[in-house]
């Protein structure tokens, strides 16, 4: 089923790679291997992943009926508080850097590593401390702020682990500066001879471009948070009204990180898309230059949009106006991006892979989750949609529709990669359709709802809103299933999977011209770059010499 | 299809009577953001019908069966451009439209009735000019202009009418305001939409649109006493506000009458346009912005008056035109003193 061209004798995994250099915990806890913290990462963020997909199973459960019966509404508020911050600090923010891109920028720029590896394992140490305070907090009784901590209501009047909760997003905000501080130091430094800003894979570019966001947006977010627990603590009064202080102060510096960290999360997973897209069409990238410069004005672009979070929160009416029109110019690279995808199809030669079937998804997805992004950035619309479903349904159009979609792509891409091993074929494409089909009908109803006016985070509804719920309840439903099989059979094939060989897909990067699992080193020899990404002539000829030398 | 099972036909049936899939239009912006709205559709469909046939054209045309060798392609500078300057086109005709939609959401008419509301965790209170309150519920007249002016006694609620298409956030700490005028008679959903805490999903209520006639009969019927402007007078003598803002030559405080609507000339030497926000700020932070030629001795008011209080006093001192009230009260208080006992010490106030 696979592109591959299979070699006529029987693959067999390499003697030596990675996983079997070093054995024992320590030899994984203390590695400063890329790969390994790579794989470290793939199991914390895959377990948070479950622990936010439980929580986004109680709130559409609870949904199903009008009445708040399922469980008080105190929980019900921590339950979509923690459901928010497990999956954006622990599961979207690091997903596509920290496990792919730790695993393959190196690899992909002919480096060894990356440029500090004890402070890429410093990143996942932080990352965990993080999600301990999390799950302590948890664990205490939950936090109800809802993931945006809006203050005064964060700092005055809930009872409950907000402390806690913000020194876990402190330190996990940190272990992202570390890894993007990383990149932007290895992709500067460490690329192989040869290998020029222009022959990088477009997922370099966009791992780089969200490095920035990282390095950049993320110190705001912590001074916000530091502000948010002085005051709570100690009454310091910088957003309190009563003391002089502006509420609206706590929004800017919020949404001055949270704005750009949506594009942290979904500027790798278009990185991913890129690499599935040519390779799955045998082409290069329809216009590098402009994929690559759009990934940077987003980067750009993403700061200067935040107050489009706050259209009635009583900005004045021409501050709205400049970040509308701002708002309106991001979203033109993302179009950008997606009319290049789709011209990198025309006269490609097209298979249906599974990674390939989770990029379509991601198009699809992504395109109307963009595109609803228009209808909150138009000022007049906006006050009707805002804090409503819609807004709701969007973001997960984005985030889930589009990352967790590309997430996934890159999983099934570069799996055989990373384990050496092939996954069903059959079983995998089945559970992309089920997945596609299962977002689709548990988000897409929840456009209507917001447009019927009903609010997020609403324990209970009004009895009309019913019906769309259940849709979306049952469609969560399908979704659930959709995300579990992958992880069965992903386990699988660790063990039983079809050996893959180096280079299953036939793809161009530098990540697939050697041994898989690779070496902890990655090349014998630093290879010298001759030719541009996704160059496929070159990757013919050079088959063709190497059986050549062989035979 | 009923012979499948009444009992499930039934239930599809109410089903499908108690949902909606397209909110009222209530209000006279209502068409407006839905034209809006079905436009932005519009060019959503058309954007996603294009990225679909071109995937899936391409996806047929080019499968791997039957266009074995892939061609080659750079890029093209042409199509870069087609497909950047239309989305852009596209995306700013959103921006404009919208632009001037919400300068019409967020720009009351002069001549609008206003009506007060207060959120707190967990209801809106409506202060209607005329004394009547009300607690999750607000009574409006149909086909006359209704401007809200709101805010929070804790922490942000928004306030959100569906079927007039309007929402605004209630801030603690400061006005907002939001106008709609009502062209159904009706009862509309009131929602709290931004995240307030433990009952925010409690924090609802109803809009009920009234004919003229209804309401004025449901303003009669609702009275609770004084108006707010004569709540505002009365809170204005008990504060002893008018110890200071009395319009007498050696008064401590500028005179009030007719300063609603001024623009105020400041000892920084700036100026200030005098509306709500500005009276609630000089009550309960006067040393933010001192009037010229006065000292800023002002206490500040804060913790002393609830929202509700400030509402009123800021009514109270709309309708002054002149400091004759204002000179009467104090002269009553003053005799009232002398009568009472010289024992108190001066400078403290009288509770009546």
């Known amino acids: 089923m696979s592109s591959a061209a299979t070699p006529e004798q029987e693959l067999t995994l390499p003697k030596r790679n990675f996983y079997n250099t070093e054995y024992g915990l320590l030899s994984w806890l203390l590695t400063g291997d890329h790969k390994r913290i790579a794989m470290l990462y793939l199991f914390s963020i895959t377990f948070f992943f479950f622990v936010g997909g439980a929580m986004a199973g109680l709130i559409r459960l609870e949904l199903l009926t009008p009445l708040p019966d399922l469980m008080a509404s105190d929980t019900y508020n921590k339950v979509f508080t923690l459901h928010g911050i497990v999956m954006i600090f622990l599961f979207l923010v690091p997903s596509v850097p920290a496990t792919l891109g730790n695993f393959l920028i190196p690899i992909m720029i002919g480096a060894k590593d990356l440029a500090f590896p004890k402070i890429n394992l410093l990143s996942w140490y932080l990352y965990i401390a993080g999600a301990s305070c999390f799950v302590i907090s948890m664990v205490n009784g939950g936090v109800d702020t809802g993931w945006t901590f809006t203050t005064p209501l964060s700092t005055h009047y809930v009872n409950t682990n907000v402390l806690t909760t913000g020194i876990g997003v402190f330190i996990a905000g940190f272990s992202s500066v570390f890894t993007g501080l990383n990149f932007i130091v290895t992709i500067h430094r460490m690329r192989a001879p040869g290998m020029t800003w222009f022959r990088l894979p477009l997922f370099v570019w966009a791992n780089y471009a969200a490095s920035i966001l990282m390095v950049l947006g993320t110190p705001v977010l912590a001074i916000a948070i530091v502000l948010v627990a002085l005051e709570r603590a100690f009454g310091i009064g910088v957003f309190d009204p009563t003391k002089g202080g502006d509420p609206l102060l706590f929004q800017h510096l919020f949404w001055f990180y949270s704005h750009p960290a949506v594009y942290i999360m979904i500027l790798p997973g278009m990185g991913v898309i890129s690499e599935v897209i040519s390779t799955f069409s045998r082409k290069r990238v329809f216009g590098y230059a402009a994929v690559a410069f759009s990934s940077v004005a987003i980067a750009v672009f993403g700061f200067f949009v935040w107050a489009h979070h706050m259209y009635i929160m009583g900005l004045s009416n021409y501050s709205a106006l400049v970040f509308s029109l701002l708002t309106m110019l991001v979203a033109v690279p993302s179009a950008i991006k997606i009319f290049n995808w789709s011209a990198t199809l025309y006269k490609g030669s097209i298979s249906f892979d599974t990674p390939m079937l989770y990029a379509f998804g991601f198009i699809g997805l992504f395109t109307i989750g963009g595109l609803t992004g228009v209808f909150l950035g138009s000022l007049g619309t906006d006050i009707h949609l805002t804090e409503t479903y819609f807004i709701v349904a969007h973001f997960h159009f984005v985030m889930v529709g589009g990352m967790l979609m590309a997430f996934l792509a890159g999983i099934h891409f570069w799996w055989p990669k990373m384990t050496g091993r092939m996954y069903p074929e059959g079983l995998s494409k089945v559970a992309a359709v089920i997945t596609f089909v299962g977002f689709i009908f548990t988000f897409f109803p929840q456009f209507i709802l917001g447009y019927l006016g009903m609010p997020r985070r609403y324990h209970a509804y009004p009895p009309e809103f019913q019906v769309l719920n259940v849709l979306s309840t049952a469609g969560a439903t399908v979704l659930g299933i959709g995300y579990l099989i992958p992880i069965l059979y992903l386990a699988w094939s660790v063990k039983y999977g079809k050996v893959a060989g180096s280079n299953p897909w036939n793809a161009t990067g530098l990540e697939w011209q050697i041994q898989s699992p690779p070496l902890t080193e990655n090349f014998t020899e630093i290879p010298e770059v001759d030719h541009e990404a996704y160059d496929y002539e070159w990757l013919e000829h050079k088959n063709r010499q190497e059986v050549k030398s062989i035979g | ?352």
């Open chain 2, 1 to 352: 299809m009923s012979h499948i099972s009444p009992v499930l036909w039934q239930f599809l049936e109410k089903w499908l009577a108690n949902s909606s899939l397209f909110p009222a239009e209530a209000s006279t912006i209502a068409p407006y953001t839905d034209a809006l709205y079905f436009f932005l559709i519009l060019i959503s469909l058309i954007g996603l019908v294009i990225v679909a046939l071109l995937v899936g054209t391409f996806s047929v045309l080019y499968n791997k069966r039957r266009h074995p060798v892939a061609v080659q392609i750079e890029g093209s500078t042409l199509l870069e451009a087609t497909w950047t300057i239309i989305p852009l086109g596209l995306f700013l005709i959103a921006f404009v439209w919208g632009a001037l939609l919400y300068f019409r959401i967020y720009n009351p008419p002069p001549n609008a009735m206003n009506i007060y509301i207060v959120g707190k965790q967990w209801m809106w209170k409506a202060e209607h000019p005329g004394g009547q309150h009300e607690i999750n519920a607000l009574h409006i007249p149909i086909g006359r202009p209704i401007q809200l002016t709101l805010i929070s006694q804790d922490v942000f609620h928004s306030f959100s009418i569906p079927a007039f298409r309007v929402k605004r956030e209630a801030i603690p700490g400061r006005y907002t305001t939001v106008w709609f005028q009502a062209t159904k008679v009706g009862s509309y959903h009131l929602f709290c939409t931004q995240y307030c805490g433990t009952a925010h999903s409690a924090m609802i209520g109803e809009i009920i649109v009234q004919t003229p006639e209804d309401y004025q009969a449901w303003l009669a019927s609702s009275v609770s006493g004084a108006s707010l402007a004569q709540n505002g007078e009365r809170l204005f003598a008990t504060l002893s506000c008018n110890a200071c803002h009395n319009a007498n030559p050696d008064s401590r405080g500028p005179s009030l009458a007719n300063v609603y609507g001024s623009k105020l000339q400041l000892v920084t030497g700036g100026s200030v346009q005098v509306d709500d926000g500005y009276l609630r700020d000089a009550i309960l932070n006067p040393s933010m912005h001192v009037t010229a030629g006065y000292a800023p001795i002002m206490p500040t008011y804060q913790g002393q008056i609830s929202e509700e209080g400030i509402i009123s006093l800021v009514e109270y001192i709309k309708t002054l035109d002149s400091n004759y009230r204002v000179q009467q009260t104090l002269n009553t208080t003053e005799i009232q003193n002398q009568k009472q006992a010289p024992a108190t010490a001066p400078g403290t106030t009288v509770k009546p």
